[in-house]
């Protein structure tokens, strides 16, 4: 069980590693193309017909510096994830998860039966103590009475 537990944590991790990933890789495209200028890509054939205000895309010197940093991000969360997979156990064959399987059904099964006899039981017990209850009363009731003459 406690391993069960651990191979769980580790695909939490790995669920929260992807959706750093997945954030990270959002990021980058929102700055990529925000922060961006327009430019010229092979000569002359299809001009550059607009341009952004200065203050809205980075120095070619700083967007490269930033575009390399951002792949160094992707690149350790995407080996964080990686390893993290290869972390994850092999999966067990079909015959042992059929057993396994089959041995909480019946574990399922037997809990069923016992939970179902505690509740006869009890409804049995309850139905005992109100009868000894209303003997009680009614005993109690008829010398109250019998005695009030």
């Known amino acids: 069980m406690l391993q069960e537990l651990s191979h769980m944590d580790r695909i939490t991790q790995l669920q929260d590693e992807i959706q750093q990933l997945l954030t990270i890789m959002a990021s980058t495209i929102v700055y990529l ?12 054939e299809i001009p550059v017909t607009k341009q952004r205000n200065p203050e809205k895309y980075d120095e070619p010197e700083v967007f490269e510096a930033n575009k390399k940093e951002l792949v160094t991000d992707l690149m350790v969360k995407a080996k ?8 994850l156990p092999e999966p067990e064959p079909e015959e042992e998860q ?16 016992e939970y179902i006899q505690a509740v006869a039981r009890s409804k049995d017990l309850h139905a005992q103590i109100s ?5 009680m009363l009614q005993e109690t009731d ?8």
């Open 142 to 149: 008829s010398g109250l009475v019998t005695s009030t003459k």
């Open 131 to 135: 009868s000894v209850l209303r003997l």
């Open 80 to 87: 964080q994830v990686e390893y993290l997979i290869q972390s």
């Open 98 to 113: 059929e057993k396994r399987l089959r041995a909480l059904d019946e574990e399922m099964t037997l809990a069923n039966q």
């Open 33 to 44: 193309t925000s922060r961006a200028n327009f430019v010229q890509l092979n000569g002359s």
